[in-house]
Nanobody, 120 residues
Framework: VQLQASGGGLVQAGGSLRLSCAASGRTFSSYNMGWFRQAPGKEREFVAAISSSDSPWYADSAKGRFTVSRDNARNTVYLHMNSLKPEDTAVYYC???????????????WGQGTLVTVSS
């Protein structure tokens, strides 16, 4: 599967963004999808994931502010981000795998990343 992330940009603290990740192929619904982010000088970290059965999971930093969803008819997964903080600034990546995991190293397929910058 090929993934294309989009929707990043510059936003003020407290603002919102919606990231999208479009997938190729006819088996999108069978994949578990994850969102990760990587800030300069830091390791890639888990943000949110949604299973093939539509169950979401969030990092503590995302709980209550971010919502992950998927639209299998459009082969797309979304990350709705509200109440953004400067510490949310990072390149955000989507990933796909047939196995359920929140560990970056276990995902087989990755998108190219989209930059989110939150100004204070």
């Amino acid at each position: 599967v090929q993934l294309q992330a989009s929707g990043g940009g510059l936003v003020q603290a407290g603002g919102s963004l919606r990231l999208s990740c479009a997938a190729s192929g006819r088996t999108f619904s069978s994949y578990n999808m994850g969102w990760f982010r990587q800030a300069p000088g830091k390791e890639r970290e888990f943000v949110a994931a949604i299973s093939s059965s539509d169950s979401p999971w969030y990092a503590d930093s995302a709980k209550g502010r971010f919502t992950v969803s998927r639209d299998n008819a459009r082969n797309t997964v979304y990350l709705h981000m509200n109440s953004l903080k400067p510490e949310d600034t990072a390149v955000y990546y989507c990933a796909a795998d047939h196995d359920w995991t929140i560990k970056a190293r276990e995902y087989d397929y990755w998108g190219q990343g989209t930059l989110v910058t939150v100004s204070s």
